[in-house]
């Protein structure tokens, strides 16, 4: 049964809750405890903050990653829920965290990111909430026999950021489009031209996501498919975006073999390279 821990953040008086002082809650949930309202709640946070049309923040990316690519560590979700006066609850923050062993990191519990993106502490956080989350947070954390290992920057509105993973390198990259008339090519005479397609069904997606991965296999100096935890991502990943149709896989065939891929998130002006292999691909027009 997957564990969740409630912790109520307490000590208000009548007074206090009738001049519409802010009452947190922080909720801390495993990765299998997270439910669909909350997920709704989330993407309603994203969209406050500006940060919805960032892929790598949305929980059909985080919660897969936090649950293959954790490299065995035990990480919880920390939902800060914010109440005013007598209105609803309203999700103001969604962190990653990682428990240190009890032992040797003496219940130390930091923040987690997915490998291969920068992100901050703040990109999870609703600007103008983060010292009252840390405080709340760390509070609960304490009466646990824990404490956070966390400094948060000082906050300002930061705009959200368009990235890409791009695979064997750490970090992250701004994408920028080469026009098309600014591309040279040599190729011998007779070179057959390369047919690139473009799959965003989500009917498709799962027979496409594995073209790419059997591409990879042979192509790539580090496979996908030769870590089982980062492959089992890559296909929980595409199959939860394909639902909302924010996923496209690109292929490009030459004499009818696939001979480059990508895989890309988001949808439209928001979608981002994630994967590929050996090249990027972008279809033509």
């Given at each position: 049964?997957?564990?969740?821990?409630t912790?109520?953040?307490?000590?208000?008086?009548d007074?206090?809750?009738?001049?519409?002082?802010p009452?947190?809650?922080?909720?801390?949930?495993?990765?299998?405890?997270?439910?669909?309202?909350?997920?709704?709640?989330?993407r309603?946070?994203l969209?406050r903050?500006?940060m919805?049309?960032t892929?790598?923040?949305?929980?059909?990316?985080?919660?897969p990653?936090?649950k293959?690519?954790?490299?065995?560590?035990?990480l919880?979700l920390a939902?800060a829920?914010?109440?005013r006066?007598?209105?609803?609850?309203s999700?103001r923050g969604?962190?990653?965290?990682?428990?240190?062993h009890?032992?040797?990191?003496r219940?130390?519990?930091?923040?987690?990111?997915?490998?291969g993106?920068g992100?901050?502490?703040?990109?999870?956080?609703?600007a103008?909430?983060?010292?009252?989350i840390?405080?709340a947070?760390?509070?609960s954390?304490?009466?646990?026999g824990?404490?956070?290992d966390?400094?948060?920057d000082?906050?300002r509105?930061?705009p959200?950021?368009?990235?890409?993973?791009?695979?064997g390198k750490?970090g992250?990259?701004?994408?920028r489009?080469?026009p098309q008339?600014?591309?040279?090519?040599?190729?011998?005479?007779?070179?057959?031209?390369?047919?690139?397609?473009?799959?965003?069904?989500?009917?498709?997606?799962?027979?496409?996501?594995?073209?790419?991965?059997?591409l990879?296999a042979r192509s790539?100096?580090?496979p996908?498919i030769?870590d089982?935890?980062?492959?089992?991502?890559v296909r929980?990943?595409?199959?939860?975006?394909?639902?909302r149709?924010a996923?496209?896989?690109?292929l490009?065939?030459?004499?009818?073999?696939?001979?480059?891929?990508?895989l890309?998130l988001?949808?439209g002006?928001?979608?981002?390279?994630?994967?590929?292999?050996?090249?990027?691909?972008r279809?033509?027009?």
């Amino acid at each position: 049964m997957a564990q969740r821990f409630t912790v109520i953040a307490g000590g208000l008086t009548d007074a206090e809750t009738r001049s519409g002082a802010p009452r947190w809650r922080i909720d801390l949930r495993t990765v299998d405890a997270v439910d669909a309202p909350t997920i709704a709640a989330w993407r309603a946070l994203l969209t406050r903050t500006g940060m919805a049309r960032t892929a790598f923040l949305d929980p059909d990316y985080i919660l897969p990653a936090a649950k293959h690519q954790s490299g065995g560590r035990s990480l919880v979700l920390a939902l800060a829920w914010c109440r005013r006066g007598e209105g609803p609850e309203s999700l103001r923050g969604a962190l990653p965290l990682v428990f240190g062993h009890p032992l040797w990191r003496r219940g130390r519990v930091s923040p987690w990111s997915p490998p291969g993106l920068g992100l901050r502490p703040g990109d999870f956080i609703e600007a103008g909430c983060g010292q009252d989350i840390l405080t709340a947070l760390d509070a609960s954390l304490r009466r646990g026999g824990r404490r956070l290992d966390l400094v948060l920057d000082p906050e300002r509105a930061v705009p959200a950021r368009r990235f890409e993973i791009v695979q064997g390198k750490v970090g992250l990259t701004i994408r920028r489009a080469i026009p098309q008339q600014s591309l040279i090519g040599v190729r011998a005479a007779g070179f057959p031209a390369e047919d690139i397609e473009s799959i965003s069904e989500p009917q498709r997606i799962r027979d496409a996501v594995e073209m790419f991965l059997d591409l990879d296999a042979r192509s790539a100096a580090r496979p996908i498919i030769a870590d089982p935890s980062e492959a089992a991502m890559v296909r929980v990943v595409t199959r939860l975006f394909a639902r909302r149709r924010a996923v496209s896989v690109d292929l490009a065939r030459r004499s009818g073999e696939v001979v480059a891929g990508s895989l890309s998130l988001g949808a439209g002006k928001r979608m981002a390279l994630w994967r590929s292999t050996p090249v990027p691909v972008r279809p033509s027009g």
